[in-house]
């Protein structure tokens, strides 16, 4: 997400977080906070006011909110392409591996929205495919054969296992 915009978005929710929780929000450093705040200040997007000795106050203005919705605009659609095409990835290896006589998948992965994106995918071919999933959070309930397939989703590391696949890596 473009650091403008989740800095529009955090100053909205909390006008009165500071700078240094900003830089610890976005992951980068203080200086680079206070460069973006102040070009923001400048093109008067944002407008600050001090509410004590080192607090401050941002208020955004409506140039800021005219911003916001245009990055907004481009960020929700930029992930909306995001998550189709690896709805579409999933979609084709599914598939794939049913065509190969897979009929049941396990689930294995932090149950976030990537996890309920893959399992959207499957319940929707479901309407098409004898094939059934679940969601396991032990790998020793997984059964290693040409009947079951193992979906990951993790974002450093991919389980050695002949019937796996870590979604990410598609």
Known sequence: MDRDLRILLIVEDEPTISQRQLSKRLGCSLGTVNKLISNMVENKEVEVSHSGINDYVYKITEKGRKKKAKLLYCFVLESFDVISSMKKK???????????????????????????????????????Y?????????????????????????????????????????
């Open 90 to 128: 999933i979609k084709a290896l599914v598939e794939d591996l049913v065509k190969k006589g897979v009929s049941v998948f396990f689930l294995y992965g932090e149950k976030n929205d990537i996890y309920k994106i893959i399992k959207m995918t499957i319940i929707e071919l479901k309407r098409d």
């Open 130 to 170: 004898d094939i059934d999933y679940s969601f396991v959070n032990n790998l020793d309930k997984v059964e290693n054969d040409d009947k079951h397939f193992l979906l990951t989703w993790d974002k450093e590391e991919a389980i050695n296992n002949i019937n796996q696949v870590n979604i990410l890596m598609l």
